[in-house]
Each structure stands twice: as C-alpha cells, then as structure tokens.
C-alpha cells in the first residue's frame, strides 16, 4: 500500500480565463477501487492526464507508482492483439495472459487476429487483461463500459471486483456499484472521497444535498433582508443630504455639517450591509441542480406509428438477426436489446427510412416525423447558435436545456468540437428535445454522459411519456424507462 498525496493542486487550460481546479488537495490508498464520478466538463479527464503528466500545473503531486491509461492507444490496429499486448507488455507471461483472458471470456484464437477484426468489446477485454498483468502499476481507467453491451458490462464489473489499484471513470451506476469500495467526486464547489459504492455516495450526496438546499433557503433570506436594508439605509442618506439645500434654513453651515455626519455614518451601515449580503452570497452551498427538462412531441392522428414485421437483416451476406417483429404504438417506450453486432442500430436505421440490406416489412405510418440521435458526434462542429438554426429549432428553449444539463454560459461561445464527449452527446439529446416529433429514435444516446444528467433524462421519459426506441446498454435506465423490451 502508498498513499497519492495531491496539495494545493491548481490548473487551467493555456488562454482560459477559468481554474479547472483551485488548491485542491486530497489523498488516494492505491489499494482502493476508486470509483470516480461528477458532471461532464468538470475535469475527470484532466485529473487522469494531471497523475500522467500530461500539463504543467502548480501544487504537488505526490506517488510513487507508475500509473497506467486505459484505453490504451494503439496506433497500428491491423497487427494481431498479442503484438498489442507485447507492446503493453514487454514481459507478460503466456500463461498469465490466457487466465485473464478466461475472466473475460476471451477466446485464445483472438491473439491471432488483427485488432481491428476484433468486437469493441473484444478490444476492451485484451487491454484491460494486457494492462492488469502489470503488476504495481495503479490503473486509470477512463469509462470502459461506452462499447460493452449489457452483458459484458457485467463480465467487466466482476472482472474489476477482484482486482485493486485502479481510478475508474463510469456513469453507469450498477457497474459502479458491482466493482468500487470508494468514490471520489468533482462536485460544484469540492472534491470529496467518501468510502463506499455509488449508491451509498448518492444516498449521502442526497441527505447532503437536501440539508444545504434549506441552508441555501436561509442564507437567500438573509442576503434579501441585508440588501434591503442597505437600500433603506442608503435612501435615508440621500435624505439627509437634502436637507442641506431646503428653502428657509437659518444656518447652512451647521445642516451640512450635520449632514455629512449622518450621510458618513450611513454610508459606513450600508457597506458593513453589502459586505455582509457578499459574504453570505459566498456561503450558498455546494448543490448541483437537477432541474426538470421539457421535450417537444406531439401526438400522432393514429394509434400505431410503425411496425416492423418478420424482418431479417444482412451484413453483406450473413443474416445477424432474422424475424424481428414489434408494434410502436402512442406512448411506446421500447428498449432494442441485444449483444454487439446483433444488429440494434439497424433495427433503428430501418425504422429511419434508411437502405439496410432485409428481408420483410417495414411499415411507418404517413407524415411521421422522427427525432433521432446517433452514437456519432464527431460531426459537431462550429457554435451552438448556427447549429439550432441549421437544424430549424427553437434557440432559446435548446440552449435552456443546456443550461439545465450542466452547460455554463461559457460553453455556449465554444467551438463544439471542444466539447467533452458528454458534452458533445448533450447537445445531440437537446436538439432531438427541442424537435417537433411524434417518434424519438435514440441510439446509445448515454455514452458520455454524467449521472445526474442521466437521472434528469429518466425522470423527463417517465413523466412525459414520449413514444420513444432506443438503444442503451445502462442497466438502470432500462429498468426505470422501457415499458417493453425486443430482445435480438
């Protein structure tokens, strides 16, 4: 065991005007399984590439471990996955190799295979196999679970559960809760670690949470009455100064002395007041919001929008699913399920109008108007503005909602390609939001994004009831949202 002392850490991107962090300090146990959590742009990644020495900054870090990324970056993905661990992992053990990959359920016959041919979930298993045979490093591990499906995500968290010496960034809950013994969290105005798994931290960050929103109440209070006060106080003084130049005073000379005494002494009371309403405006506490979003739908003229009916879809010419059959009816929420490459973003694609290779129907209802969200965002270019104009959208409502997942006013004078991963799959959600729609169509719309943001997606699903399909490999969110599930 050793101990990661980090002091007075303070840090800033070069030509931006706002601290990352400011003097902060805290300690990790590199035996923890550190679960590591907060809002998208709140610097999880910069912490990652601060241990990595990736930027300069002031303060300390002390450790003396190596530290270890993952994903790892392979450069060369058409080389077999052994010479990706060997490059990893200059002296691994063979033997050693095969048992973590047994953890994974990672067949043998896949070190002989190029990288590229292998699934995303394959890719992730070799490098977390690859990077755990190395042993006294602390591992940083940088939301693992984007490209598992739902079943791997649990092979994954076992995996994880008995293994130690590692920071993991995740905002899928049940994965967090199966494989952390602690969380450290970027909160709005501190970084705290609490012992633990995700659930016990957000049932404290809730009690926590609700004792500061009644603080927060008092202390608005308070700053209201002092700041009326000093209004008063300053009316008064602009009262007596008045009195100085009223017609019929016997002796000018003794009312403006008079005067400047009075309007120097209420002077003194309303700054005394201002600095104290500044003072208790400094002590609002430290409560991320999570207000309620708003969504654009309107009720389509029929029962049904669509129905897929026998269908089968083609790769080329291997079928990946065959007979595929539901109904989207008024109020649907459909949860598309399925391990990789069972073909669920085509099943989407399909119900889009768009050309996939199938046999069967497909059949949509006349003058439907879909919502969709990609797994892609690295079309996003260029500010928020001409993006809500590009797509015909209502600006202010788009941005509100922004603002409500998190964005800072800041963010909107950003060049999109800037943002965060999470920040990036935000802008795609407050878009398809802000759509006039009958269907949303989502695909993996979660990737990225923060655990209150997700919550806040939930509740806004569950209350409004939009017809929705979707694909989503967060445990969570299907068991809170889908109201049927097709299973590829």
């Not at 101990?3 to 590199?30: C, H, K, M, P, W």
């Not at 399984?33 to 990736?54: E, I, S």
């Not at 190029?114 to 490093?137: C, H, I, M, R």
């Not at 989503?472 to 590829?488: N, P």
Request: charged residues 30%; negative net charge; hydrophobic residues 35%.
């Amino acid at each position: 065991m050793s101990l990661i002392n980090v002091r007075n850490l303070t840090f800033a991107y070069d030509g931006s005007y706002d601290n990352v962090f400011e003097n902060v300090s805290f300690q990790i146990d590199t035996d923890w399984k550190l679960g590591f959590t907060g809002r998208n742009g709140r610097g999880k990644t910069t912490f990652l590439n601060l241990l990595l020495g990736k930027y300069e900054y002031s303060g300390r870090i002390d450790a003396n471990v190596a530290f270890d990324y993952f994903p790892y970056p392979v450069e060369d993905k058409s080389r077999t996955a052994l010479e990706i661990v060997a490059d990893i992992h200059p002296d691994y053990v063979y033997w050693e190799l095969l048992r973590e990959f047994s953890l994974l359920d990672v067949s043998e016959e896949a070190l002989d295979r190029p990288f590229d041919s292998l699934s995303s979930g394959e890719q992730t298993k070799v490098l977390l196999a690859a990077l755990f045979l190395k042993e006294n490093n602390f591992l940083l591990i940088d939301e693992p679970t984007n490209h598992l499906d739902m079943g791997a995500r649990e092979l994954v968290s076992r995996y994880l559960s008995a293994k130690s010496g590692f920071i993991l960034v995740s905002h899928d809950r049940a994965f967090l809760d199966r494989c952390v013994d602690h969380v450290l969290s970027i909160n709005r105005a501190t970084i705290e670690i609490q012992q633990g798994n995700f659930s016990s931290w957000m049932e404290n960050k809730s009690r926590q949470d609700h004792y500061e929103l009644a603080e927060n109440d008092k202390l608005r209070k308070d700053i209201k009455r002092l700041n009326e006060a000093a209004a008063r106080t300053s009316q008064w003084s602009d009262e007596v100064e008045k009195t100085k130049i009223g017609h019929g005073v016997p002796d000018r000379g003794y009312v403006g002395h008079k005067a400047a005494k009075m309007m120097k002494r209420s002077k003194a009371i309303e700054n005394r007041q201002q600095s104290a309403a500044a003072e208790k405006e400094k002590l609002l506490r430290n409560v991320d919001s999570m207000e309620s979003l708003k969504i654009g739908q309107m009720r389509y003229h029929k029962h049904q929008l669509a129905e897929l009916d026998r269908v089968s879809i083609f790769y080329g010419d291997r079928k990946v699913c065959e007979n595929v059959g539901f109904r989207i009816e008024q109020g649907d929420r459909i949860a598309i399920r399925g391990n990789n490459g069972a073909g669920k973003s085509s099943v989407l694609k399909l119900l889009l109008g768009e050309e996939i290779k199938h046999e069967g129907e497909v059949r949509r209802g006349s003058q439907l108007r879909i919502s969709y969200v990609s797994q892609d965002t690295s079309h996003l270019r260029g500010n928020l503005s001409a993006y809500a104009r590009e797509h015909d959208i209502d600006e202010s409502l788009f941005k509100a909602i922004l603002r409500k997942l998190d964005f800072s006013r800041t963010q909107f004078e950003k060049d999109m390609a800037d943002f965060s991963g999470g920040q990036k799959k935000k802008v795609l959600i407050a878009r398809s939001l802000s759509e006039k729609a009958h269907l949303y169509v989502w695909d993996e719309p979660l990737n990225f994004i923060d655990v209150l943001s997700r919550m806040q997606i939930e509740e806004l699903l569950v209350q409004h009831a939009p017809t929705i399909v979707f694909v989503e490999h967060d445990r969570e969110f299907h068991e809170r949202v889908a109201t049927k599930i097709v299973e590829l």
